[in-house]
């Protein structure tokens, strides 16, 4: 098996941007681990789930979609042409990579071999082009928080789920394996070369995360409770930012946006929030969910039910990110848990 | 822990009396602290209080569905005390009932007029942390060029999320200029002259309202430093007009009044 | 009479500044037409922009024309005590005052934002404070174009 000491993952990143690989690593920047482009000298951090996802290196958060120029009366389309780097993300959550294969189901339907009954036909050819050119080696949680949830939501610190290959902690946490799970995950272990070296380990035992909430159960309360009260009591807290939606490596809700000057125009993709009231706003005036309440039902109901009914999964990898990041104390987990045992008392 | 316990039996004996029918404090969610809503005197138990408890609650004043529950009463540190000060100087609130901790200390229930006494008595010299101040001394010492490097690093990390409004008591505009899109004065984009745009918009609305309270920078989930801006800001205002806000609930706006003799040194 | 003459502009080459003056109707703005009727002249580098009052200059009109690439900012209008609307000049004082170290702090210093009060018997001022605004903002050089103020183009 391959095999590199657990202080060296910087040079395994040296060898791949030799190799012509853009490589994205959590790095630590002052208080923060924060997923970045890394650059030689910068220390890779595995201690903490970061608090950003590799979404915004599939799925970046202003993207040009279109562009015009304007010359006298002559109103011309330009050709966009996508950023998509040959990427290494090394080092990430699994979370992150099993969230990639959620996002694949919206983006690029048809490969994850569930059929969209209203004949979605729709590829999103920035994020296929992007998630063509990116190998995902996360490495294996063998540490988790009080907010991580992975195993509530079908996951698991050791899960595979989007990973082209895969680094386990070794040996008491001295060195890491680097097991390739297919043909990106084989090309990454060649062109990582002499770094890694041939050789055996043990590998050390991933975290235990607790089971926080029967995820089926929250489902099935969700089909039943569009109305129920319990939505403004579990919300009273979430001040109404786009934290969540931002940091979730799930979340994909956008905006577009025309951005222009006298000689030239774009049009953006931007990321957007169902956490603003401005989402849904009317030009009339209406807004469907005038109130934070009916926003957080839209959020837990568009991840544990909506997404279940339309695309065969939840969209949630449990990551726990929104729960560190919430301003308000807020945590979709915790939401969970209340539903869980409203429903539970119900039945009784 | 002897504060958390005067806490819970006032928070108790408001509910019991009808005094208040939501009591917002902190509870404990594992190493975090979130806010607690508390409707049922029974349930006062989970009110914590320690240096854990940093969230600015007054937020939660102008949500309608804590509104919709009627008169509330609220655990107030002096940074919140402070926060309800502005807001009553806007006109936000006419009244409050607040549940007054200090650093070590428990004050009790007061009114606003009583929060006002309670400020201008004990915590009149409230001041920013060293490091803040040493952090902005050593941006101030930088040329025009490095700092705009470095806010160019900082603001590139910017989502555009606005946890930093939201957790502001002091930004309740129902319509925020960012969401003015007739015309489009702030890029919505997550990116460049947007992100500066907006953080300068953003700290020059707090100018004189801001009370330091360091919600917004506790909010950011990417840790941009926006109290030194907060704090170049209000710096300014107390040289230039002797006005430190937050302490008077009849205080005029800093930037909507003026005096004849400000000063205009810098203008030709 | 005389033919009067302020100082007058650079030959066309080397760096052009370009600065934009947001003035008030009734007085920088009837200042910089005496300035014209009395032949006056003064560098072309201004592109000015009249408002009805200082008070409503919003200082994102400030960020906009820093957004578009302009090197400096003028900000003019009139002398306190001679506002057309009483007041506005006084809050507009109070606003620029803050707003300048808002600036100043996050990379946009003195010499790209100026401020005056220009009344409109003041055609001489105007010319003069144009052609040594100009100067320094030349001395200045270009706004950097990596400011974070800056349109930057869209990838």
Same mark, same amino acid.
């Given at each position: 098996?391959?095999?590199?000491?657990?202080?060296?993952?910087?040079?395994?990143?040296?060898?791949?941007?030799?190799?012509?690989?853009?490589?994205?690593?959590?790095?630590?920047?002052?208080?923060?681990?924060?997923?970045?482009?890394?650059?030689?000298?910068?220390?890779?951090?595995?201690?903490?789930?970061?608090?950003?996802?590799?979404?915004?290196?599939?799925?970046?958060?202003?993207?040009?979609?279109?562009?015009?120029?304007?010359?006298?009366?002559?109103?011309?389309?330009?050709?966009?042409?996508?950023?998509?780097?040959?990427?290494?993300?090394?080092?990430?959550?699994?979370?992150?990579?099993?969230?990639?294969?959620?996002?694949?189901?919206?983006?690029?339907?048809?490969?994850?071999?569930?059929?969209?009954?209203?004949?979605?036909?729709?590829?999103?050819?920035?994020?296929?082009?992007?998630?063509?050119?990116?190998?995902?080696?996360?490495?294996?949680?063998?540490?988790?928080?009080?907010?991580?949830?992975?195993?509530?939501?079908?996951?698991?610190?050791?899960?595979?789920?989007?990973?082209?290959?895969?680094?386990?902690?070794?040996?008491?946490?001295?060195?890491?394996?680097?097991?390739?799970?297919?043909?990106?995950?084989?090309?990454?272990?060649?062109?990582?070369?002499?770094?890694?070296?041939?050789?055996?380990?043990?590998?050390?035992?991933?975290?235990?995360?607790?089971?926080?909430?029967?995820?089926?159960?929250?489902?099935?309360?969700?089909?039943?409770?569009?109305?129920?009260?319990?939505?403004?009591?579990?919300?009273?807290?979430?001040?109404?930012?786009?934290?969540?939606?931002?940091?979730?490596?799930?979340?994909?809700?956008?905006?577009?946006?025309?951005?222009?000057?006298?000689?030239?125009?774009?049009?953006?993709?931007?990321?957007?929030?169902?956490?603003?009231?401005?989402?849904?706003?009317?030009?009339?005036?209406?807004?469907?969910?005038?109130?934070?309440?009916?926003?957080?039902?839209?959020?837990?109901?568009?991840?544990?039910?909506?997404?279940?009914?339309?695309?065969?999964?939840?969209?949630?990898?449990?990551?726990?990110?929104?729960?560190?990041?919430?301003?308000?104390?807020?945590?979709?987990?915790?939401?969970?848990?209340?539903?869980?045992?409203?429903?539970?008392?119900?039945?009784? | 822990?002897?504060?958390?316990?005067?806490?819970?039996?006032?928070?108790?004996?408001?509910?019991?009396?009808?005094?208040?029918?939501?009591?917002?404090?902190?509870?404990?969610?594992?190493?975090?602290?979130?806010? !607690?809503?508390?409707?049922?005197?029974?349930?006062?138990?989970?009110?914590?209080?320690?240096?854990?408890?940093?969230?600015?609650?007054?937020?939660?004043?102008?949500?309608?569905?804590?509104?919709?529950?009627?008169?509330?009463?609220?655990?107030?540190?002096?940074?919140?005390?402070?926060?309800?000060?502005?807001?009553?100087?806007?006109?936000?609130?006419?009244?409050?009932?607040?549940?007054?901790?200090?650093?070590?200390?428990?004050?009790?229930?007061?009114?606003?007029?009583?929060? !006002?006494?309670?400020?201008?008595?004990?915590?009149?010299?409230?001041?920013?942390?060293?490091?803040?101040?040493?952090?902005?001394?050593?941006?101030?010492?930088?040329?025009?060029?490095?700092?705009?490097?470095?806010?160019?690093?900082?603001?590139?990390?910017?989502?555009?999320?606005?946890?930093?409004?939201?957790?502001?008591?002091?930004?309740?505009?129902?319509?925020?200029?960012?969401?003015?899109?007739?015309?489009?004065?702030?890029?919505?984009?997550?990116?460049?002259?947007?992100?500066?745009?907006?953080?300068?918009?953003?700290?020059?609305?707090?100018?004189?309202?801001?009370?330091?309270?360091?919600?917004?920078?506790?909010?950011?989930?990417? *840790?941009?430093?926006?109290?030194?801006?907060?704090?170049?800001?209000?710096?300014?205002?107390?040289?230039?007009?002797?006005?430190?806000?937050?302490?008077?609930?009849?205080?005029?706006?800093?930037?909507?009044?003026?005096?004849?003799?400000?000063?205009? *040194?810098?203008?030709? | 009479?005389?033919?009067?003459?302020?100082?007058?502009?650079?030959?066309?080459?080397?760096?052009?500044? $370009?600065?934009?003056?947001?003035?008030?109707?009734?007085?920088?703005?009837?200042?910089?037409?005496?300035?014209?009727?009395?032949?006056? $002249?003064?560098?072309?580098?201004?592109?000015?922009?009249?408002?009805?009052?200082?008070? $409503?200059?919003?200082?994102?009109?400030?960020?906009?024309?820093?957004?578009?690439?302009?090197?400096?900012?003028?900000?003019?209008?009139?002398?306190?005590?001679?506002?057309?609307?009483?007041?506005?000049?006084?809050?507009?004082?109070? $606003?620029?005052?803050?707003?300048?170290?808002?600036?100043?702090?996050?990379?946009?210093?003195?010499?790209?934002?100026?401020?005056?009060?220009?009344?409109?018997?003041?055609?001489?001022?105007?010319?003069?404070?144009?052609?040594?605004?100009?100067?320094?903002?030349?001395?200045?050089?270009?706004?950097?174009?990596?400011?974070?103020?800056?349109?930057?183009?869209?990838?």
């Amino acid at each position: 098996m391959k095999v590199l000491d657990a202080n060296k993952l910087s040079d395994l990143a040296a060898a791949l941007a030799a190799a012509g690989y853009r490589v994205v690593a959590p790095v630590r920047d002052g208080r923060e681990i924060r997923v970045q482009e890394w650059k030689p000298g910068a220390a890779i951090d595995t201690s903490a789930v970061p608090v950003n996802s590799i979404k915004e290196f599939l799925f970046p958060r202003c993207e040009v979609i279109a562009r015009y120029r304007l010359e006298g009366d002559d109103f011309s389309p330009e050709p966009v042409a996508t950023d998509a780097p040959k990427t290494a993300a090394l080092a990430v959550r699994p979370c992150d990579a099993a969230a990639m294969v959620i996002l694949d189901k919206v983006f690029n339907p048809g490969t994850a071999g569930v059929p969209w009954p209203d004949g979605w036909e729709y590829k999103d050819d920035a994020w296929n082009a992007r998630r063509e050119a990116t190998t995902i080696v996360p490495v294996v949680c063998t540490a988790a928080d009080q907010d991580c949830f992975c195993t509530s939501v079908g996951g698991a610190p050791d899960a595979t789920a989007g990973a082209d290959a895969v680094l386990r902690s070794a040996d008491g946490g001295r060195k890491f394996i680097l097991q390739p799970l297919g043909p990106k995950g084989q090309a990454l272990v060649a062109a990582a070369g002499a770094v890694l070296a041939e050789g055996d380990a043990k590998a050390d035992p991933p975290a235990q995360v607790p089971v926080r909430f029967d995820a089926k159960a929250v489902t099935e309360w969700c089909g039943g409770n569009f109305e129920s009260p319990l939505w403004r009591e579990v919300s009273l807290a979430c001040i109404g930012c786009g934290a969540c939606a931002y940091c979730c490596p799930t979340c994909h809700c956008f905006d577009i946006q025309d951005e222009a000057t006298r000689t030239e125009s774009v049009r953006l993709r931007n990321w957007d929030t169902c956490g603003l009231s401005l989402f849904t706003l009317h030009s009339s005036g209406h807004n469907p969910r005038p109130d934070q309440a009916s926003r957080w039902r839209q959020r837990v109901m568009h991840k544990f039910s909506y997404f279940v009914e339309k695309f065969g999964s939840l969209a949630c990898t449990g990551c726990g990110r929104c729960a560190r990041l919430c301003p308000g104390g807020m945590a979709i987990a915790q939401v969970c848990k209340e539903i869980d045992e409203a429903r539970k008392a119900a039945v009784k | 822990m002897e504060i958390a316990e005067a806490l819970r039996a006032d928070a108790a004996r408001l509910l019991a009396e009808g005094r208040a029918k939501l009591v917002i404090g902190y509870q404990a969610r594992g190493p975090h602290r979130a806010p !607690a809503f508390i409707s049922d005197p029974a349930k006062v138990n989970v009110l914590v209080y320690d240096n854990l408890c940093k969230q600015n609650l007054a937020v939660y004043l102008r949500k309608p569905e804590v509104r919709l529950k009627g008169p509330v009463a609220i655990v107030a540190t002096p940074a919140v005390m402070r926060s309800l000060m502005v807001l009553a100087a806007e006109s936000q609130l006419t009244e409050a009932t607040v549940l007054a901790v200090g650093k070590d200390a428990y004050h009790g229930v007061l009114d606003l007029a009583g929060a !006002a006494a309670l400020l201008k008595e004990k915590y009149a010299d409230l001041a920013p942390e060293p490091e803040l101040l040493e952090a902005l001394a050593k941006l101030n010492a930088l040329s025009p060029e490095a700092r705009a490097r470095f806010w160019t690093g900082q603001f590139a990390k910017c989502t555009r999320c606005y946890a930093c409004r939201a957790a502001c008591p002091g930004c309740y505009c129902q319509r925020c200029i960012v969401e003015k899109n007739v015309p489009q004065w702030v890029s919505a984009a997550a990116a460049q002259h947007g992100n500066y745009a907006w953080h300068v918009i953003r700290a020059f609305h707090q100018a004189g309202r801001c009370t330091l309270c360091g919600a917004c920078e506790a909010a950011c989930p990417q *840790g941009i430093p926006l109290m030194l801006l907060n704090l170049a800001l209000s710096e300014e205002v107390a040289k230039r007009f002797g006005e430190k806000p937050g302490y008077d609930p009849a205080a005029k706006p800093v930037v909507g009044s003026w005096k004849p003799d400000d000063d205009q *040194g810098f203008i030709r | 009479m005389a033919h009067t003459e302020s100082k007058t502009t650079e030959p066309a080459t080397g760096f052009q500044p $370009r600065i934009v003056a947001y003035v008030c109707n009734w007085c920088t703005y009837a200042g910089a037409d005496l300035a014209g009727t009395s032949r006056l $002249r003064y560098p072309p580098n201004v592109r000015i922009i009249k408002l009805p009052c200082t008070g $409503r200059i919003d200082p994102l009109f400030i960020l906009k024309a820093f957004e578009g690439g302009a090197d400096a900012v003028l900000v003019s209008g009139c002398h306190p005590g001679d506002c057309h609307y009483t007041s506005g000049n006084y809050h507009a004082r109070r $606003r620029w005052a803050l707003f300048r170290r808002l600036l100043e702090v996050t990379g946009i210093d003195e010499r790209r934002l100026y401020f005056s009060w220009v009344s409109a018997a003041e055609g001489r001022k105007f010319a003069d404070l144009i052609a040594d605004v100009t100067e320094k903002v030349r001395a200045a050089g270009p706004f950097e174009p990596a400011n974070p103020a800056r349109r930057q183009p869209w990838k």
